[in-house]
């Protein structure tokens, strides 16, 4: 059972501040808000000038640059169907993250690092809205258990690290996310991206309908990367915030009402089929946001507006 250590005074972040997987939506967005909130001495390395996989190049870069917080984005992402088919992949690479950033953090002076997490750590079958003492209480939904696991391991570093170095190492568990620098791809994105795309060319190519994946009926929450990095730099100007905090909006909605909101949005009049055949994942994933609206922190940006900004996105990116 995790503690919840008190709140205490907001304080500025130490700095120089590692954002690890600046260029992944999150990390983008987390760049944006530190800038805004005006900190300086932003250190970022692209995948090609600093590879996180390799144990050797991060002990190097951290032992040079000497950074005093680290945000931990990096990670192997992608929806449901990329997690079933590369299961090794997001294991291995997740896990590989993170002992190579949190250890060599510890090894070289870093005071705060803040891991971000997933949702679906959670059992399958937890009571929802999902609290964070739900962890490791049962089964995780098999579509996702291996990126689930790496995400738990690293979670469970962090805490150790704290516990018996004293370092304030702590992780975020943010539901499912979208916004600006999402991922698009056709078969290896979110559901959110994914659609906007499916919608979008069968406007374009005048189709009748469009198929989702799976019966439609599953509930997801889902909260804009630009609400996620707010929520980031709220927890790390907390003085002691608890080991693990949900981030999320605390409401869900089934996929196939999404589907009709993004249809909407791209301006999609056809019919709106599913496809059983794909898989549905677990049946509901919302969070209880209790830890994180105590601490002084809710969302802003309203799903409806987040999909219109995400549109926006996705046109500008695939220059259509
Ligand atoms: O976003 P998604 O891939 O994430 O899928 P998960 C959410 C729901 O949308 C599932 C349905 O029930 C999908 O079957 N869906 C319908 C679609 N149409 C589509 C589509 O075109 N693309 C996609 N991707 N889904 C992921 C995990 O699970 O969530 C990750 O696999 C991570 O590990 C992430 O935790 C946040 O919520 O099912």
Redesign the pocket.
């Known amino acids: 059972m995790q503690s919840t250590p008190p709140q205490g005074p907001l304080v500025s972040i130490p700095t120089p501040i590692f954002v690890a997987g600046h260029r992944g939506m999150v990390g983008r967005a987390v760049v944006r808000a530190l800038q805004a909130r005006g900190y300086g001495n932003i250190l970022t390395r692209s995948r090609e000038s600093l590879d996180l996989l390799d144990a050797g190049a991060a002990n190097d870069f951290f032992a040079r640059h000497q950074p005093k917080t680290v945000i931990l984005c990096a990670a192997r992402?992608?929806?449901?169907?990329a997690?079933r088919s590369f299961p090794t992949e997001f294991m291995r690479d997740n896990l590989l993250i993170a002992l190579n950033v949190i250890e060599a953090a510890r090894k070289h002076g870093v005071t705060r690092l803040l891991n971000l997490g997933?949702?679906?750590i959670y059992p399958r079958d937890a009571p929802q809205p999902l609290r964070e003492d739900a962890l490791l209480t049962g089964p995780l939904e098999p579509?996702?258990e291996a990126?689930?696991l790496a995400k738990i391991a690293a979670l469970k570093l962090c805490t150790y690290v704290r516990r018996q170095y004293g370092l304030c190492y702590h992780s975020a568990m943010p539901t499912?996310?979208y916004g600006t620098g999402d991922n698009y791809h056709p078969e290896h994105?979110?559901?959110?991206p994914?659609?906007l795309r499916?919608f979008h060319e069968a406007k374009v190519s005048g189709a009748d309908s469009v198929t989702?994946?799976?019966t439609?009926t599953?509930r997801?929450e889902f909260l804009h990367a630009d609400d996620l990095a707010a929520a980031l730099l709220h927890l790390l100007e907390t003085e002691s915030p608890p080991d693990v905090v949900n981030i999320g909006t605390g409401k869900d909605i089934p996929?196939r009402e999404l589907?009709t909101l993004i249809a909407e949005t791209v301006g999609f009049q056809g019919r709106i089929l599913t496809n059983p055949h794909?898989?549905?994942?677990?049946p509901r994933?919302c969070l209880d946001t209790g830890k994180i609206t105590a601490l002084g922190w809710s969302p802003r940006i309203p799903l409806k507006i987040g999909l219109k900004k995400t549109y926006a996105d996705f046109l500008l990116e695939s220059g259509r």
């Open positions: 992402v992608g929806g449901i169907h997690n997933s949702s679906c579509t996702n990126y689930a499912n996310l994105s979110h559901v959110i994914g659609l499916r989702i994946w799976g439609g599953p997801r996929i589907a794909m898989p549905d994942g677990t994933k």
